[in-house]
């Protein structure tokens, strides 16, 4: 299976200021890159994702970017707010089962006011 | 209530208890998924199922048992437990049987095992 690592494995920031979150992943056949949000007492949903013929993605405040050649992905928070404050996993996948269904261990953003 | 609904919400039990988790989709998905969420651990896959037939057992112990009776029900049927077994279980569902699609989650039910 996959080997998924994120860090930091917690990322406290000033409101406004912009938060990176890495995940890097073992398998190189690896061609599918979500990242998801749980909140305090919530449901994880995906906030974005990221194929591998993409190199970056965007979505108003959030951006995920690739490097398949370094086997690393980023999810990239500007202008956070306390809203942002939650638990990020990343989840890197293979086509190819669902054996290779592992998310990394989390990251806890906090954003303070 | 829309997309993936879980009961209970909150489940105490004692190690000798037979109790069951209910998953229910209304999302027309054909993938169903089981997963542990423990304390500082990350998400662990338990079972896949794929239009209804099971998929994925990832070494799961017999104490825990899965069935399926259609594509928007799901069932997890838990008997003999032990305090480690403590934890969020949550449910997802996907729109297709590959592992490329969106997973949907449900609200999880809070297990607590005395």
């Known amino acids: 299976g996959e080997n998924v690592e994120q860090h930091p494995s917690t990322l406290s920031v000033q409101e406004g200021d912009s938060a990176v979150i890495k995940c890097t992943y073992s398998d190189s056949a690896s061609n599918y890159f979500p990242w998801y949000k749980q909140e305090l007492g919530k449901r994880p949903q995906l906030i974005i994702d990221i194929r591998s013929n993409v190199g970056e993605k965007k979505d108003q405040r959030i951006a995920v970017t690739l490097n398949k050649t370094a086997k690393h992905f980023s999810l990239h928070i500007t202008e956070t707010q306390p809203e942002d404050s939650a638990v990020y996993f990343c989840a890197p996948r293979v086509n190819s089962g669902y054996s290779t269904l592992t998310f990394g261990k989390g990251t806890m953003l906090l954003v303070s006011p | 209530e829309t997309g993936v609904t879980q009961t209970p919400r909150h489940l105490v039990m004692g190690m000798t208890n037979k109790k069951s988790l209910k998953c229910e989709q209304h999302?027309?998905?054909?993938?169903m998924y089981w997963y542990k969420q423990s304390a500082k651990k990350p998400l662990e896959l338990m079972f896949v199922y794929s239009l209804e037939e099971r998929v994925e057992n990832n070494s799961v112990p017999s104490r825990f048992s899965p069935e399926c009776p259609n594509s928007s029900h799901l069932f997890l049927h838990l008997h003999t437990l032990q305090p480690e077994d403590s934890a969020l279980y949550l449910c997802a569902s996907s729109q297709e049987s590959g592992s490329l699609n969106e997973q949907f989650f449900g609200p999880g039910t809070r297990l607590t095992v005395l």
């Open positions: 999302l027309g998905h054909n993938a």
